[in-house]
């Protein structure tokens, strides 16, 4: 019955899609932003924050002029809060989540008051455990950490409350139960045989998370301050990006902030915006296997031609992990993790291909520049390292975009604070009604 009422219906495909499509030129008429972007690629101004800056080339005259890439958190450049923590530190998330959601750094007292307070609300319910993680056979992570995080809404005696005090506490739990979902869920899906095993309770989120993936096995300290640093770079990236704004427009509907967050996550889900490090790693298995000599610049450069001109990988003219929709000379976390990268690669004896990556890097935006005839300055993104440095520390493609969500949350939760203590007004933008006829 059902596959017969589909089949009567299947006739409206064309006339979906003919009713639903807008003259691209009205846009041009009406001066409409189209993604909230200027006619240099620029964002439109749609708010103000003091959580975190993001510059990437500045403005002359109208002009963009390329500049190298500096992230602040709270005004501290990404590059100098890094700097802080050593190859031995613990904790360097948590304490860059206090920086986040609060504005300062934590002293010894509130660190150690923070660190008690997530540790203890680590574990994951009974009802989560049984109804999500197991009950709900999904192989898609993200969807499985939407609906464990909308689960949180029920659990929690306050849900309603948008006090930011609450929204701290919240925030700090959230943070805290992300590693086990993201880690139970996959494991539940993709080994099913596997221990669910609950890590001690004085591991870091980094450490947790790599604990309770690989079923309890050791730790070590490289691992650990390499995962810590991804989680680091990937906390916040100012409220333009696509994730950040939507947990800004859903805060500003008074909503809550399981609710928020699962909107986020949603976002983030989409492949424009929270998959391109795997995109990364299945252009570069591709390069790999249709290059026979990876140190021949010439049969590369050829290759990536090929990729450019839409007759090679996925036809997409795409090279992935370059370039970004702020950032032109340099992104400044991407020249932290290269040099992680660069050390991981030598530990697990990967260094052929992690020339390949530099290779491809330098190369890339020449060969983009000739091909299009673009003056546009790019260069890698965070993103172009960041699967690979994944892959060494033996985490698969499809936990690639739950990481980034368990490390943006922190981002996400500031953010909402942020527009529930200042936005105070729903976020309502226009849209103006054209007639079919119009079209």
Not at 122 to 151: D, F, W, Y
């Amino acid at each position: 019955m059902k596959t017969d009422l589909i089949f009567s219906l299947s006739h409206l495909s064309d006339e979906l899609v003919s009713t639903n499509t807008l003259n691209t030129d009205m846009y041009n008429e009406f001066d409409v932003k189209r993604g909230l972007r200027n006619k240099d690629g620029s964002g439109v101004l749609a708010g103000l924050t003091h959580i975190s800056s993001v510059v990437g080339f500045h403005k002359v005259e109208g002009e963009m002029v390329p500049v190298d890439g500096v992230l602040k958190y709270r005004g501290i450049t990404i590059t100098d809060l890094i700097s802080q923590f050593s190859s031995t530190s613990r904790y360097c998330f948590e304490t860059v989540c206090f920086l986040l959601l609060v504005g300062r750094l934590p002293n010894e007292e509130e660190k150690t008051a923070l660190l008690a307070y997530m540790q203890t609300h680590r574990t994951l319910s009974e009802a989560c455990m049984t109804h999500i993680i197991s009950g709900i056979k999904s192989p898609n992570i993200m969807n499985k950490l939407q609906s464990a995080v909308s689960v949180m809404y029920a659990e929690d005696e306050d849900p309603e409350s948008n006090d930011p005090m609450n929204d701290f506490f919240k925030s700090l739990r959230l943070l805290s139960k992300m590693p086990l979902i993201v880690a139970y869920s996959y494991l539940s899906y993709y080994r099913p045989e596997a221990s669910f095993v609950t890590p001690p309770q004085d591991m870091s989120i980094a450490e947790s998370f790599l604990y309770a993936f690989n079923e309890g096995k050791d730790v070590s300290p490289e691992a650990a301050h390499i995962m810590d640093l991804c989680l680091i770079l990937h906390a916040e990236h100012g409220g333009g990006n696509n994730s950040t704004f939507t947990t800004r427009v859903v805060s500003s509907s008074g909503s809550d902030i399981y609710s928020t967050m699962a909107a986020a996550i949603a976002s983030l889900k989409g492949p424009l915006h929270g998959s391109a490090n795997k995109k990364v790693m299945d252009m570069m298995e591709d390069i790999k296997s249709n290059v026979s000599d990876w140190e021949n610049p010439t049969e590369l450069s050829g290759y990536l031609r090929k990729i450019i001109d839409k007759e090679a990988h996925d036809k997409s003219g795409k090279i992935y992990g370059l370039g970004h929709a702020v950032y032109t000379q340099s992104d400044p976390r991407a020249e932290i993790i290269k040099s992680h990268a660069k050390s991981i690669s030598k530990q697990k004896n990967r260094e052929k291909e992690m020339n390949l990556y530099f290779s491809v890097a330098e190369e890339g935006p020449r060969i983009f520049s000739e091909e299009k005839g673009s003056k546009k300055v790019i260069s890698p993104n965070v993103d172009f390292y960041s699967g690979f440095v994944y892959d060494c520390l033996g985490l698969p493609a499809e936990l690639y975009t739950s990481l980034f969500a368990m490390a943006r949350t922190c981002g996400w939760c500031a953010h909402r604070i942020e527009e529930n203590v200042s936005g105070k007004r729903i976020i309502r933008p226009g849209y103006k009604y054209i007639s079919p006829s119009q079209s």
